[in-house]
DNA sequence: TCCACTCACACATTTGAACAGT
DNA sequence: AACTGTTCAAATGTGTGAGTGG
């Protein structure tokens, strides 16, 4: 796990590089995240993780689960979660490696997870890892559950956000950062490709003991209870098999050299020597030609570097263009600086910012600056309908209590996100590094080459960014 | 025919109510 | 009365494998 971070600040305080050297201030510039079982995601990572969606909603294995440090203790904050595309394509399973299917299909609607302890002090945030547990992951693009849905067979990574808010509805005057981790991102696929992936889950998910080849049955009841050993002998056996299974032509992993501190640590990084990711065909792909044939050439990473959420409502259009000029931010001219027409240029990440529900008034999505996505993603013209993933019977009530719910129903009963974010050019997730420190992914450089950024960097903490959020006229 | 997807199933853990003991 | 620990059933989370449909 590494530090990428991408900083953007609300045009109301001060830029990034003074938070930089603030770290007392309130700019939230010191606000750390680091992803728990960074080992068991490594291991997921290093063959290809895949993640099951199903109609009904599938949890996340591993799921996320996250330490936050660096916020102040009594202001309350909001946690939330979505998942962002890793790139446009969609992916086949082929023999032993993902190799590009095709475009991308149309983004579903856009959904954002709302940490159920939301909003909650800083001291409570930080004083356990916070839990993703009961995030659900679907394809049913008509959920009615408020499960964040994806599409089957394309690549996503999770996206963490803080903001600083006392309740849902004054977020739009809070910062709020960005966290990501790239050894979350995963294949949302219907039924396992990998056969190893579906092996690691089974050696590592308690729900999915009975299909241990542990022996029969009444063996693996006499085994419960000796978790520990079990672990370690889990442990031992996967990094056997990804040892052995490993299949050729992959690339290798992006992970050599991680500390990862446990018994086996030595084991896995032996085996992280011959293990390619199974990325090999289509990261390759995208590495090399897809990187090409993208209109943005290297600024697909910049448009990584400054993906933001959007609170905002799907058919809504967002509405701060105006308001971002009124403000102009410190960073805002460093962003530009990405590039090209729409994806690139900061403005093109307008709409990314907070947008306002408002049922009554529905820009165009020229006029609203809807993302400015590379061509290959049809996502500027899909609904991004973003529907702040909380249950009722979880949330808060501060939150619950708010008009805002009202127009959209008891089921949902939540706050409108949109985001164009979601159709951001991605860089290859599993990248082979060439040349950069074993704890800094690739994008680390990258993030780092923003304008926007100060000097520090989080060590072993996730990527992270600012975001500049925009009044709403109504919630 | 192929392949992504759905569904019922057996097996697992988690959760919470009920109860007993301190 | 309050707290703790145990038990049990229901709810929920798993991957499997057969079947379905485009």
Redesign the pocket.
Known sequence: MQAIRDLKHNFSIPPPSAMAGAADSYLQGNIRMTLEDPELWKSFHEIGTEM?I??PG??M?P?CKINISGLVPYAKYILLVDMVPEDAFRY??NKDKWEV?GKAEPQPPYRTYLHPDSPAPGSHWMKQPVSFL?L?LT??ALDQHGHIIL???HRYHPRFHIVQADDLYSVRWSVFQTFTFPETSFTA?????NTKI?KL??DN???????RDEGT?SK??AN?GSDPERLAKRLNSMVKDADQDSPPGMCRSSYEGLDDGRAASKELEDVKEERYSPWGGASDRENQGLGRESPLGSDARDMYNTEQLVPGHSTYQPYRFHEYGKSPSPSSSSLGSSGSAGRSSFESRVPDVATVPDHDSKPSAHDSGLPHCPPHTSATSQDYTGVLNMAVAQAKPTMLGHPLYAPYGSEQALGQWASGTGSSQYPPPPPPPPHHHPHHHHLATDYSAQAVHHGYHHSNVGDWSQYPLFSYSCW
Do not use: C, D, E, L
């Not at 696929?189 to 490709?193: E, K, L, N, R």
């Open positions: 099951i199903t109609k599938r949890r294995f799921h086949k399973w299917a009961k659900k394809n049913n599409h089957s067979m696929v219907t039924a396992y490709q579906t889950k089974i998910n308690p729900f999915a003991k009975g299909f049955n693996r009841r419960r």
